[in-house]
T-cell receptor, first 114, second 110 residues
Framework: SQTIHQWPATLVQPVGSPLSLECTVE??????LYWYRQAAGRGLQLLFY??????ISSEVPQNLSASRPQDRQFILSSKKLLLSDSGFYLC?????????????FGPGTRLTVL | GESVGLHLPTLSVQEGDNSIINCAYS??????FIWYKQESGKGPQFIID?????DKRQGQRVTVLLNKTVKHLSLQIAATQPGDSAVYFC?????????FGTGTSLTVIP
């Protein structure tokens, strides 16, 4: 069965510090991968998605970046965090484009920037 | 749907009553629709899905209705239980991308 992991679960970082959140998927090959951010009491904001290694589509211009160094690894990074980067970060995967496959979400990372 | 920046609407129901959560989508090319349940501090969990060639699908205590004419999706929960309290999101899929609705916060009153 497929499993998606995210770490860390919670993170408190000072403004201006770097960020690296990691997401890995098990039990599937060539998944589409996604990073979302969710502010408290709000909906899901798509940040990045990837259809393959090294292929990243950015949905919202910001100080975050994403990378996909391996098929089942998706990393969210920042060189300098802002207060507005605080939120709940969710990684998700889905099947190939065109397939009627839902997204499966990871447990999320709660990021607080102070 | 587009949910960024919007506060969640809320719905309160008595335990045992039926709940109906509504969602509107904008892309007529969307061909696949999903409902998710998100409990506090957790990632969204799949509840039920429906393809665009259907207008109704039933699961265990849940039914999804799709009206493509008005681009409307609804989730019906029968005999709502306290464990159903959560935020519910609809999503529509076009190509590789999923578009999430605002989300509705459901509170079940014992």
């Amino acid at each position: 069965s497929q499993t998606i992991h995210q770490w860390p679960a919670t993170l408190v970082q000072p403004v201006g510090s770097p960020l690296s959140l990691e997401c890995t998927v098990e039990g599937t090959s060539n998944p589409n991968l996604y990073w979302y951010r969710q502010a408290a009491g709000r909906g899901l904001q798509l940040l990045f998605y990837s259809v393959g290694i090294g292929q990243i589509s950015s949905e919202v211009p910001q100080n975050l970046s994403a990378s996909r160094p391996q098929d089942r690894q998706f990393i969210l990074s920042s060189k300098k965090l802002l207060l507005s980067d605080s939120g709940f970060y969710l990684c998700a995967w889905s099947g190939l484009a065109g397939a009627h496959s839902e997204q499966f979400f990871g447990p999320g990372t709660r990021l607080t920037v102070l | 749907g587009e949910s960024v920046g919007l506060h969640l609407p809320t719905l309160s129901v008595q335990e045992g009553d039926n709940s109906i959560i509504n969602c509107a989508y904008s892309n007529s090319a969307s061909d696949y629709f999903i409902w998710y349940k998100q409990e506090s501090g957790k990632g969204p969990q799949f509840i039920i899905d429906i393809r665009s060639n259907m207008d109704k699908r039933q699961g265990q205590r849940v039914t999804v209705l799709l009206n493509k004419t008005v681009k409307h999706l609804s989730l019906q929960i029968a005999a709502t239980q306290p464990g159903d309290s959560a935020v519910y999101f609809c999503a529509d899929k076009t190509g590789n991308q999923f578009y999430f609705g605002t989300g509705t916060s459901l509170t079940v009153i014992p």
